[in-house]
């Protein structure tokens, strides 16, 4: 009986289905990769880190003016201190070497604010008094705040805003509000004249109704 043998697959065929296998992989490869690497992905990236560099997430910190515990009118390093108008600072410094001859010494609990750490805080007083006239009794807007320009310390400890409700005119130092008797700004004036009449709260304040 006669036998047929079967016909050889050739190695071109073979080739070529190796070949077309490759490139099935190659393309795939290359969408992947360009998927990866879209324009949105791209510049969703770019903004995150743009966000990052800026500080646009998280609470203040003191390069707004937040205060750590402890810090007095002498701090080099804080922001809230040292942005502090020229003279409100020197005033203060000279108050506190007079003070401290009575064992007392002039704690910052806040002095200059961040525009943005202003209205957080107004944002908060809003929440807790629950209204924004009751809030602008405490807390003014910062186009309007004197903190925000340096010209305002609130200090500590009652000892020292006791001492300073009682020498403070010697100093220019005055208190401007009668609900606040932590807030001191610079009154040159007063050296001579005393103190102007306080402010019932800053909503009386000419300033805060610009």
């Given at each position: ?12 065929r ?12 190659v393309?795939a ?6 998927c ?13 880190a743009?966000?990052?560099?800026q500080?646009?997430?998280?609470p203040?910190?003191?390069a ?26 020197k005033?203060l410094?000279r108050a ?14 806040s002095?200059?604010?961040?525009p943005s750490?202003?209205n ?7 929440a ?5 006239d ?13 903190h ?23 100093h220019g ?20 004249h005393?103190c102007?009449?306080r ?12």
């Amino acid at each position: 009986m006669h036998r047929t043998t079967p016909t050889a697959r050739t190695p071109g065929r073979r080739t070529y289905l190796l070949a077309v296998a490759g490139l099935a992989v190659v393309i795939a490869a290359i969408t992947w990769v360009v998927c990866s690497w879209s324009p949105e992905s791209s510049t969703a990236s770019t903004a995150s880190a743009h966000m990052s560099r800026q500080g646009h997430h998280g609470p203040p910190g003191a390069a707004d003016g937040v205060v750590p515990d402890g810090v007095t009118v002498f701090d080099d390093t804080t922001p809230a201190v040292t942005r502090l108008d020229p003279d409100l600072l020197k005033a203060l410094r000279r108050a506190a070497t007079a003070a401290a001859d009575d064992g007392l010494a002039f704690h910052v609990n806040s002095g200059w604010r961040s525009p943005s750490y202003q209205n957080r805080l107004l944002r908060e007083a809003v929440a807790k008094y629950g209204s924004e006239d009751e809030a602008a009794r405490w807390v003014a807007t910062a186009e309007t705040s004197p903190h925000v320009s340096g010209d305002a310390v609130d200090l500590g400890r009652s000892a020292a805003t006791a001492w300073l409700s009682e020498h403070g005119a010697e100093h220019g130092l005055c208190q401007i509000y009668e609900n606040e008797p932590w807030h001191y700004e610079l009154r040159p004036e007063a050296t001579d004249h005393g103190c102007p009449r306080r402010y019932a709260d800053p909503t009386q304040d000419p300033r805060t109704r610009q």
